[in-house]
């Protein structure tokens, strides 16, 4: 296969939500089937131990795995592409390892992108997983990607695997687009994006977190989340927009064992058409607490999903007595929608023995079907059932959601918000720069106004 790629293309398309039309792009190409790659020497091969800096503004081809050792650091500078050359295969399917620190140091004018070629980028391949992943061991220390996106992983682990050694999944198992698995390590997301992935968008056993500003679409097949959070993950998650996840947008559980308690919280996201494939009855929605996680969760726009902010029932419910939660917005077109908004398989609402006292907030808006429409700049609600989204007849590539979601200048939910808490931590602080952590709105979602 002869490499074909355009960095205009990709900027102009991958990155629409710093530049471009808000529109979903129908794509008809045909599934690239594994071939032999015949790849242009003028972009530099990657594979073994890589440190210091890449870039700005080159592509690099990443033909075998790749290992950043511990105590030591990989720095991605803007503009810079990271091809993945992978098929989705055992032993053809690289990842980038990290024992020691990532910094992927994007711009809103240069952002990085760290994926496949544009001849892989078809709508037939959202699901398939080309490669590994950037997968952290439990030496990890920082992860950071500013204006960064990344597509297509997802690839079965394989045997060598540190992911599979420490057993976190098994040998051929889909592998999460972002792994970290340290509670004394740094995790921050800000203004990026993770789209078309096998599994698990970001699967965080252990991390001070903040997840802020980004984009999130297709990230599971028949199951997965866009963040999976377990013990040892404290942070914030907000302004954060998630399209077609097929469970939730955001879940936490403090499964694992591992200190400090998973405490999470999840304000200001906009969550749309999600939960509907995963394959296990009673799963998927939006936003989930279970098994002794705690948080605070506020001022979600929940549009089109299968359940509403779930608390998980009696016998692996949430720390119930430092949870707080209430100012969501619901839309459903469909009558499994509406019924989902306060889930009969959660706590809220459901009148079980022990836990009557937790009611429905009444802050939270929600009504009938087609009631309360959140009125989007970009976007008409009510395009798909849930059979066409367990079909997936939904999939499309998914650009520029920044400005998709935005609110009408007449939209209900631009009221209604709160801004009586705080985050957990007022910034973040990694490799020298500070991240100040966004104050909740009054709005509710993840954008306010056009």
């Known amino acids: 296969m002869k490499f074909n790629y355009s960095l205009p293309f990709l900027f102009a398309l991958l990155f629409a939500f710093a530049a471009c039309d808000n529109s979903f792009i129908d794509d008809d190409d045909i599934n690239i089937i594994d071939e032999e790659d015949d790849n242009d020497s003028e972009f530099e091969r990657l594979s073994g131990v890589v440190t210091g800096t890449l870039g ?3 592509t690099y081809w990443v033909t075998a795995d790749v290992f950043i050792p511990e105590g030591e650091s990989l720095t991605i500078l803007e503009g810079t592409t990271i091809i993945m050359d992978g098929t989705g ?4 399917s690289p990842e980038i390892n990290v024992s020691g620190s990532l910094y992927c140091y994007g711009t809103e004018a240069a952002p990085i992108y760290i994926g496949v070629e544009e001849e892989k980028r078809t709508v037939a391949n959202i699901f398939r997983g080309f490669w590994g992943g950037i997968i952290g ?21 394989e045997g060598g695997s540190s992911i599979v050694a420490e057993g976190e999944i098994d040998e051929g198992e889909p592998r999460y687009a972002v792994y970290m698995v340290n509670p004394e390590g740094n995790f921050i997301m800000w203004h990026s994006r993770i789209a078309y992935t096998k599994d698990d968008a970001i699967r965080l056993n252990g991390a001070k977190t903040l997840i802020a500003y980004s984009e999130f679409a297709f990230n599971g097949e028949t199951g997965g989340e866009s963040v999976n959070t377990k013990s040892g993950v404290v942070g914030d998650f907000c302004y954060n927009v998630f399209y077609g996840i097929a469970t939730n947008g955001l879940k936490a559980a403090n499964s694992k064992g591992r200190q400090p308690q998973c405490n999470n919280n999840y304000y200001n996201n906009t969550i749309v058409n999600s939960g509907w494939r995963r394959a296990q009855a009673g799963r998927g929605g939006s936003l989930n607490y279970e098994n002794g996680a705690r948080g605070e969760a506020f001022n979600n726009l929940v549009v089109d999903s299968r359940y509403g902010l779930r608390l998980f029932p009696p016998d692996d419910e949430p720390d119930m007595a430092n949870m707080k939660w209430g100012n ?7 009558e499994e929608m509406v019924e989902g908004f306060h889930p009969n398989n959660g706590i809220i609402g459901q009148n079980i023995p022990g836990w009557e006292h937790i ?3 009444e802050t939270d808006v929600f009504g009938g079907v087609g009631e309360n429409d959140p009125l989007f700049v970009g976007y008409t609600v009510g395009n ?16 520029n959601m920044f400005d998709m979601f935005k ?6 939910a631009l009221t209604g918000g709160t801004t009586d808490f705080s985050p957990i931590f007022s910034e973040y602080v990694v490799n020298g720069k500070t991240y100040v952590t966004p104050l909740p709105s009054t709005f509710i979602g993840a954008l306010g106004a056009n």
């Open 137 to 157: 061991t439990d030496k990890a220390q920082d992860m950071v990607f500013e204006y960064t996106t990344i597509e297509f992983a997802g690839a079965p682990a």
């Open 89 to 92: 295969r055992p032993g053809r």
């Open 359 to 361: 009611t429905v907030p």
């Open 56 to 58: 700005p503004n080159e």
């Open 328 to 334: 969501h917005f619901y839309f459903g077109s469909d």
């Open 384 to 399: 798909y059932s849930p059979a066409d989204f367990r079909a997936n007849r939904d999939l499309k590539f998914v650009t």
């Open 407 to 412: 609110l009408q200048s007449n939209s209900p």
